[in-house]
């Protein structure tokens, strides 16, 4: 069974670009939530999804974040325009249901030049 | 304005146990104790979590004081593959609220 499954797993990219991450859940999860990690603020908390619909996205920094949900088995994490304090490594979890084990992705390592 | 407390860092001999404590004095009756680890590099991992009674899996044990206001997690024979740091998590059951990681515990296990 396969797990979480994120894209890219490495990005570099300069400063002003759109950066996408993808995130694949496990089949059959219906939570799904986006965490970012760096040394200064450890592991963030950004948005999180109930059955596609964004429950709480307090956690995103700004308006040039944003995330969606299309379907069940797709998400993906939007940063327009990225600076270089967005460097960090994202992490896309996901759970059977509210308040069960998540599970975690390898993460994305996103540097802006 | 964390719920939990953690040492920020511990040691432990490779063989020995490793007994991590977290402080969450403030905990509400419906709400879980979860701790989960990260190995350097990689996402998160679940380890355990309880209500107010010990449990067991295979591979940690978690102690909650019966005040619940505290609780330990015991790795029983610490290997050089459980360095990690560890997270102290209270949340509620079938809520997806609060699920948010403070800054955990460095655990270096030794040989």
């Known amino acids: 069974d396969a797990g979480v499954i994120q894209s890219p797993r490495h990005e570099v990219t300069e400063m002003g670009q759109e950066v996408t991450l993808r995130c694949k859940p496990i089949?059959?999860?219906?939570?799904l939530f986006w965490y970012r990690q760096t040394m200064m603020r450890g592991l963030e908390l950004l948005i999180y999804?109930?059955?596609?619909?964004?429950?709480?996205d307090s956690g995103m920094p700004e308006d040039r974040f944003s995330a969606k949900m299309p379907n069940a088995s797709f998400s993906t994490l939007k940063i327009q325009p990225s600076e270089p304090r967005d460097s960090a490594v994202y992490f896309c979890?996901?759970?059977?249901?509210?308040?069960?084990?998540?599970?975690f992705g390898e993460g994305s390592r996103l540097t802006v030049l | 304005d964390a719920k939990t407390t953690q040492p920020t860092s511990m040691d432990c001999a490779e063989g020995r146990a490793a007994n991590l404590p977290c402080n969450h004095s403030t905990i509400s009756g419906n709400e879980y104790v979860y701790w989960y680890r990260q190995i350097h590099s990689q996402g998160p991992q679940y380890i355990i979590h309880g209500l107010k009674n010990n449990e067991t899996n295979e591979m940690a044990s978690l102690i909650i004081t019966e005040d619940r206001k505290s609780s330990t997690l015991i790795l029983p024979h610490a290997t050089l593959r459980d360095t990690a740091v560890y997270y102290c998590?209270?949340?509620?059951?079938?809520?997806?609220?609060?699920?948010?990681f403070g800054a955990g515990t460095r655990l270096t296990v030794k040989p």
């Open positions: 979890a996901s759970s059977r249901e509210p308040g069960g084990e998540l599970f």
């Open positions: 998590i209270v949340r509620p059951l079938y809520n997806n609220n609060d699920m948010r």
């Open positions: 999804f109930n059955n596609n619909v964004p429950i709480d």
């Open positions: 089949s059959g999860h219906n939570s």
